[in-house]
């Protein structure tokens, strides 16, 4: 049996190895050795995300998601 395909981007967790600026707003700094969200953008690119917003897009995903989940259920 074929394993399933994700639905999520590439992604990781793990701690700035310098100081860079959040993706997301340019206002957030990520300081050296605070976490960061590393979201994959193709092969090369990758966006990094302070702790603030990476939590409010894990809760606007898991939204989206029970979404999706609820509108299977509804039709089943």
Known sequence: MAKYKSMLKTHSVGVAGRKRK??????H???KGQLV???KDGQYK???YCTECALHMIN??????N?????FRQRN
């Open 37 to 39: 969200l590393e979201v």
């Open 46 to 48: 990758a966006s990094f």
């Open 60 to 65: 606007q995903c898991r939204e989206r998601l």
């Open 22 to 27: 959040c993706y997301h707003d340019d206002a």
């Open 67 to 71: 979404e999706i989940e609820d509108n």
């Open 29 to 31: 700094s990520i300081q």
